[in-house]
């Protein structure tokens, strides 16, 4: 059985794909530095998390899908040393499930890692998340989603909760919580902080820019009222490769974009919120690496627009910018271009 073995959590939109996306490309070095990462990839991760918390159709997911956890689980108890398991749905697991998880990995030493930010931040990026896989719901109403199966809501937003529920099942000086480094900070400091509490050591190449591109506050409301007329993009392939991948950080990623904040009543519930976390952390006596204040909302917030002060003129414009780009995508994916050039150049080339 691994000596210790270190769960990363989440929160949900503080840096996770970047970790997982560096953890994943240096799989060997990692393994140099005397971590298993089990599993083939990402995904098994993420299957592993859901499973654990006993969701119902898993093999939607995939064929592998379901069994997930106990495969990741059994490949830690025949390993030596230290493990590492990542994904940001693990944050949603009820205190039971959590309990189950590190009970599942005794006798190894379970380590629990809580990478966060301030729960305004979390709301707005968490929100514009779910929109780039398909949701249609305004963002004063997702938070208020609950129970099993909300990983949009405050369920995986709120870090009080979260760390009640995964710090009942560990010592608290066995949760790391770490907050996300401010503007200003070196671009690496994140995953230095990280690598540090799991014992990664060698030089990792890091990527030069975030791994999650955001839409500005035009956009992303564009983005989901287009959602609101899609049909056959249920499953998470389908909206990963379309909704996200093409259209959100294809193309509206590319248009100039207002960052977008929270109505002052939502943002008041944000306060409340971190203030309750931060207030928890102290009095546990967790593990912060980083700046516990940071995870306060600020008293005063860089200018953002509300969604709710989109105009409609504002939605026809970047949805005319959207539909150009389109028809140029798929004239090129047509032939229709390169049939044109190829019709022309026969005209005017001399005879024989």
């Known amino acids: 059985m691994a000596d210790r073995v270190f769960l990363h959590v989440g929160l949900p939109k503080t840096g996770t794909t970047y970790l997982q996306g560096v953890l994943w490309a240096n799989r060997g070095l990692v393994a140099q530095d005397g971590v298993l990462l089990p599993g083939s990839g990402h995904r098994d991760h993420l299957w592993a998390a859901l499973d654990a918390q006993g969701r119902k159709n898993l093999r939607r997911r995939g064929p592998k899908a379901k069994g997930a956890w106990g495969r990741l689980r059994d490949e830690l108890n025949q390993a030596d040393g230290t493990g590492l398991v990542t994904h940001e749905f693990f944050c949603g697991a009820s205190r039971q499930q959590a309990e189950r998880v590190v009970a599942d990995l005794a006798p190894a030493e379970v380590h629990v890692i809580v990478t966060a930010r301030h729960t305004a931040g979390m709301l707005t990026a968490g929100w514009q998340e779910m929109v780039k896989n398909g949701g249609t719901a305004p963002i004063d109403q ?7 199966g909300s990983e949009f809501s405050w369920r ?19 949760v790391h919580v770490l907050p996300m480094p401010g503007k200003g900070e070196p671009v690496d400091r994140h995953w230095r902080n990280f690598a540090g509490v799991v014992g990664l050591y060698s030089e ?3 990527p030069a820019r975030a791994a999650n591109q955001s839409l500005g506050v035009v956009q992303v409301e564009l983005l989901r009222r287009v959602n609101e007329h899609l049909s056959g993009f249920k499953g998470p392939t389908a909206r990963g490769r379309w909704i996200r991948g093409y259209l959100a950080e294809g193309h509206l990623a590319a248009q100039p974009g207002e960052s977008f904040g929270l109505d002052e009543e939502l943002l008041a519930e944000c306060r409340r919120r971190a203030e309750r976390a931060v207030r928890l952390i102290r009095r546990r006596g967790f593990d912060v690496v980083g700046d516990v204040e940071s995870l306060l909302v600020p008293a005063e ?7 709710t002060s989109v105009t409609e003129a504002e939605l026809v414009d970047a949805a005319g ?19 044109r050039r190829k019709r022309r150049s026969a005209r005017t080339a001399p005879s024989t």
């Open 321 to 339: 910018q959207l539909v150009a780009v389109m028809l140029a995508d798929v004239r090129e994916m047509s032939g229709g271009a390169t049939g």
């Open 301 to 307: 917030l860089t200018a953002q627009r509300s969604v």
């Open 156 to 174: 995986t937003w709120d870090l009080q909760g979260v760390l009640k529920r995964w710090g009942s099942a560990v010592p608290p000086e066995r």
């Open 142 to 148: 997702i938070p208020q989603k609950s129970g099993p």
């Open 204 to 206: 990792y190449p890091l």
